[in-house]
């Protein structure tokens, strides 16, 4: 079984620039998160997506982010425009409704803003 | 405002050895509680977790004990193998809620 899968692994752009994270979960699973983890930080939530709807998106930072997940398949995340502080590590991860908690997450992309 | 807090940042322990993981959490609502471990360069996998109506929770050599009065709760792990090293995350959840709310880490190295 494929685990989730992050595009990609690592992202350099220059302030004010614009990036698309993309996230595949495991199949089957309805759950799909997003978070973030600055450098020596704690890990911290951003949304959660059931299917394809928002079902909590009080993590995100501000209106430069923004979270799809078509069709409640792939995610994508967008920042835009990008500022330094947005640097860091974003996972992503899925779950089946039944596992609360038993995330599995991806190996995370890696955002670095010049 | 850290809600779940892993007040050692590192932790170092012989082969075979116990290790034990501490976490703090502040938020009364907290009900569910879970340990991640993390590898350099991959993301988080679960290792265990515990319901607040449980004291303790136990898996080969992995065992979770949770003292709700002192919003404590810690990571046995006995005994201790150098595959064990790693970022071992704490993390927390309150009622229906799935957002999962993280500690900071406790790097663990097991030396031979």
């Known amino acids: 079984e494929a685990g989730v899968t992050q595009f990609p692994s690592h992202s350099v752009i220059e302030k004010g620039q614009t990036v698309t994270l993309r996230c595949d979960p495991i199949s089957g699973h309805d759950n799909l998160y997003w978070y973030r983890r600055v450098m020596g930080k704690e890990i911290k939530f951003l949304l959660h997506?059931?299917?394809?709807?928002?079902?909590?998106e009080s993590g995100m930072p501000n209106n430069r982010f923004l979270a799809e997940r078509t069709g409640g398949t792939y995610s994508t995340l967008k920042v835009q425009p990008a500022e330094l502080e947005d640097s860091g590590v974003y996972f992503c991860?899925?779950?089946?409704?039944?596992?609360?908690?038993?995330?599995?997450f991806g190996e995370g992309s890696r955002l670095t803003v010049l | 405002d850290q809600q779940v807090k892993q007040n050692s940042p590192s932790l170092s322990v012989q082969e075979g050895r116990i290790s034990i993981l501490n976490c703090d959490y502040t938020n009364s609502m907290f009900d569910y509680f879970l340990w991640y471990k993390k590898y350099p360069a991959e993301g988080p996998t679960f290792l265990i977790s515990i319901s607040s109506i449980k004291d303790k929770n136990e898996d080969g050599r992995f065992t979770v004990f949770l003292n709700k009065s002192a919003k404590h709760l810690s990571l046995h792990i006995v005994p201790s193998q150098p595959g064990d090293s790693a970022v071992y995350f704490c993390a927390a959840s309150g009622g229906s809620n799935y957002k999962l709310t993280f500690g900071k880490g406790t790097l663990l190295t097991v030396n031979p």
């Open positions: 997506f059931v299917k394809e709807s928002k079902q909590d």
């Open positions: 991860a899925s779950s089946q409704g039944r596992d609360f908690g038993k995330l599995f």
